[in-house]
């Protein structure tokens, strides 16, 4: 699909989809929503946890790898960082985003680019304290049990890809998650989060990023 390069309200860059009508990440700032819903919300919820494992739905221009990376570069934390890709972006295409020319991301420049060129999945050292393992699979095929303390869900939204909100992936996504696990969205919609509590889920409606009123939180009880 073809894709071109929008600048959001926070003054960063993403992709918008034309076929799709859809963007990467929230026009109202694309750094500001990755920093609030999977740092703030999600990340932040297991700070004093040494050693987590996160999944992630739909890894597109690594920016929430990035921003992760970044959170825990002052911390003694240490992530498996797994991420599902169903239809991968090339280097070239991300590197335009220009993410990392920001003040706040520029330390991680190479380390950003090994994130993209790095091979498939296999777990790979990006630094010592960040290991990624890549995924070229559909989200509906995963088997994962009992693996995951918290989970990125960042698939394209519902009324673009209603069939990656359904309760039978979020039944997957239950059982990938270990017990207390947490799953972060930026959606907040009715059916979504129907869906989410019919499988099992508790569920917390939370204030979204700046120009979104809402966003949900999930826990495995
Ligand atoms: C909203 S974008 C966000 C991507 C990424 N987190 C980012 O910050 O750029 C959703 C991503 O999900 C991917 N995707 C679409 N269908 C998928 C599927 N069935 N399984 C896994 N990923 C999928 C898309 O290619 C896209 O990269």
Redesign the pocket.
Known sequence: LKKEIIQTIDGSYTLFVPELDET??SKHGAIQE?LHVFIKEGLQFFSKQNELSIL?????????ALTTLLEISNSKQRIKYTS????PLTFGEVEKLRYTDLALLKPFSTEFELMHTCEWNNFIEITPEFQLKKLNI???EVSFRNQFDLIYF???APQV?PD?WTEDVFTLMYKSLKPNGVLVTYCAKGSVKRALKAVGFELQSIPGPPGKREMSRAIKC
């Not at 992630?56 to 929430?64: D, H, S």
């Not at 599902?84 to 239809?87: C, D, P, S």
Request: aromatic share 16%; hydrophobic share 40%; no cysteine.
């Open positions: 990467y990440h990755s992630e739905i739909g890894f597109g221009t690594g920016l929430n599902l890709e169903a239809y559909k989200l509906q960042d698939a394209f890809q990656l």
